[in-house]
C-alpha cells in the first residue's frame, strides 16, 4: 500500500458521511457505498447537542445549521399533567457561552443534506446494498447484491442498526426490540394557529410515556414532535420499524397529558411509527483493517438525542486517528479509534436507556462540553 489509500463507507447516513467528508479533507481516496437508490425527505427533525455541534465545526457545516435550524432559548422539562417545570437549562447565548457552541433544533433531512453536500458526487456509489466482505493480504472486498465486487486497502461500516458489517463481524443477533415505539411526524406551525409551541424545546415527562417537541426551521414556521409510549410486542414485524401510525391512536395515549400537548396532537395531520430497538454494548467494534461506525456499533435509544452526535463524534475521532497514518497504519488507527471512543458512546448508551437525562437539573457537562476535535487521544491499552 502506498500513500494515504483507499477507505470504502458503508451507509451514507449521517455517520457514513461525515467520516467520508472529514477523511477526503484528510487526503484519503474514499467511497461510499449506500443501498438506497437516493435520499428521501423522512419527516423527523433532530437535535443537535454542543457536543454535535462542535463535531459539525469540524467539517465547517455548524455555520450552515446554525442558519437553517432553531436555537431554543431553553431545554424545557415539564411534568405531563400539571406542566410543572422540573428542570430548565438555559439554551441560547448561555448555553454557547457554557459549551462553546449552540444547542440546534434542525429537520433531519437538511442536515442529512448538508453532509452529502460536504462529499463529491463522484464518491458516492447509490443503490449498492452490501451484502458481505473478506479481508485479505491485499485489501478488503465488498461483495454487493447484485454481485458487483470492490476491493479497498480499508473499510468504515456506518451501515446502521440492522449493519450487515456487525452481523459478519459478532455473528447474527436481531436489535432487540424494546417493547416501546416512537411516533414522529412534521408540520406546518400554521396548523397551531395562535396557540404556539414557544421558544424551548420541551419535553412532557409522563409516568411510562412522555412526549418532545420543538420547531425544526430558524423561521419556526414547521413543527416536529416525537414520542415514548409501550406497545404490545406483537406489533413487532420486520416492516414495522418505520410505519404510518394512527393518530386518533396517538391522541388517545396521550388523553391525559396536558392541554398544549392534546393542542399539538390535535393539529397534527399525520404520524409515523418507529419501533425503538436497543442492542447491549458490543465487545469491539475493529476486526483488523474494519471498523462500525455510528449506530451499526451502538445504537440507542432516543432518549438523550445523543445517537448521531455520537456518530458525528466516532466520524472526528476516526478521522483524527486516520490523519496520523499511513495506509499501512490502518489496522493500528482504527484500534487506536475504538479505544478511544467505546468508553464514551457505552456510557452514553447505558444512560440514554434509562431515560433520566434533564428531568431534573444537572449532568450535562459531560455530554454537551466534550469536544472530539480536541479531546486527548489515548494509546489502545492505555487506560
Ligand atoms: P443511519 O442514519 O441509520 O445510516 C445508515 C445508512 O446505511 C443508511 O443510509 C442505510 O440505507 C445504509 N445501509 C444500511 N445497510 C446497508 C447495506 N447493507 N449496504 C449499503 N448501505 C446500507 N440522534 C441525535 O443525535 N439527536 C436526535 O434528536 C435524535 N433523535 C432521534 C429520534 C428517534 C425517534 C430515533 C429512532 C433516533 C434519533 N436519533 C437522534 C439517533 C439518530 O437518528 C441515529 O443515531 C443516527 O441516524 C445514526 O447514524 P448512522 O449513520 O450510524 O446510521
Known amino acids: 500500500m502506498q500513500g494515504r489509500g483507499h477507505i470504502g463507507i458503508v451507509g451514507a447516513g449521517l455517520g457514513g458521511l461525515a467520516a467520508a467528508a472529514l477523511l477526503l479533507r484528510a487526503g484519503y481516496r474514499v467511497t461510499v457505498f449506500e443501498q438506497a437508490p437516493g435520499f428521501a425527505r423522512v419527516g423527523a427533525g433532530i437535535q443537535m447537542g454542543a457536543n454535535a455541534m462542535k463535531a459539525l465545526r469540524a467539517l465547517g457545516l455548524d455555520g450552515e445549521v446554525r442558519r437553517i435550524g432553531f436555537r431554543p432559548e431553553s431545554l424545557l422539562n415539564r411534568d405531563h399533567d400539571t406542566g410543572a417545570v422540573t428542570n430548565e437549562l438555559p439554551g441560547g447565548d448561555a448555553l454557547e457561552a457554557r459549551y462553546g457552541a449552540p444547542h440546534m433544533c434542525l429537520h433531519r433531512a437538511d442536515l442529512h443534506a448538508a453532509l452529502a453536500a460536504a462529499v463529491p458526487a463522484e464518491h458516492l456509489r447509490l443503490g449498492r ?35 450487515v458489517v456487525r452481523e459478519q463481524m459478532l455473528g447474527a443477533e436481531a436489535p432487540r426490540f424494546t417493547g416501546r415505539v416512537a411516533y414522529r411526524t412534521v408540520f406546518p406551525a400554521a396548523l ?86 436497543a442492542r447491549d454494548p458490543l465487545p469491539h467494534w475493529v476486526e483488523g483493517r474494519v471498523a462500525l461506525l455510528g449506530d451499526a456499533c451502538h445504537p440507542m435509544s432516543p432518549y438523550m438525542a445523543q445517537g448521531a452526535a455520537m456518530a458525528l463524534e466516532d466520524a472526528v475521532i476516526l478521522s483524527r486517528c486516520l490523519a496520523e497514518t499511513e495506509a499501512d497504519g490502518i489496522a493500528g488507527a482504527f484500534r487506536r479509534y475504538e479505544a478511544n471512543r467505546m468508553p464514551r458512546a457505552t456510557d452514553i448508551q447505558s444512560l440514554s436507556a434509562e431515560n433520566t437525562f434533564l428531568r431534573r437539573p444537572g449532568g450535562t457537562d459531560w455530554v454537551y462540553g466534550y469536544d472530539a476535535t480536541t479531546a486527548p487521544l489515548d494509546e489502545p491499552g492505555t487506560r
Not at 479481508?135 to 480499508?154: I, N
Not at 395531520?269 to 419501533?275: E, G, L, S, Y
Request: aromatic share 10%; glycine share 6%; with cysteine.
Open 129 to 163: 446494498k452490501l451484502a458481505g466482505l473478506d479481508q485479505h493480504t491485499a485489501g478488503v472486498t465488498l461483495t454487493f447484491t447484485d454481485g458487483a465486487r470492490e476491493t479497498v486497502d480499508a473499510v468504515i461500516a456506518a451501515d446502521g442498526v440492522h449493519s
Open 192 to 277: 397551531l394557529g395562535d396557540r404556539q409551541l414557544g421558544n424551548s424545546r420541551t419535553k412532557w415527562w409522563g409516568q411510562d410515556r412522555h412526549l418532545v417537541m420543538y420547531y425544526i426551521t430558524a423561521a419556526r414556521d414547521e413543527v416536529y414532535f416525537v414520542t415514548s409510549q409501550p406497545e404490545d410486542p406483537s406489533w413487532m414485524t420486520p416492516e414495522s420499524w418505520s410505519a404510518r401510525g394512527d393518530v386518533e391512536a396517538l391522541r388517545a395515549s396521550f388523553a391525559d397529558f396536558h392541554p398544549d400537548v392534546r393542542h399539538v396532537l390535535a393539529a397534527c395531520p399525520q404520524v409515523w411509527k418507529w419501533a425503538l430497538l
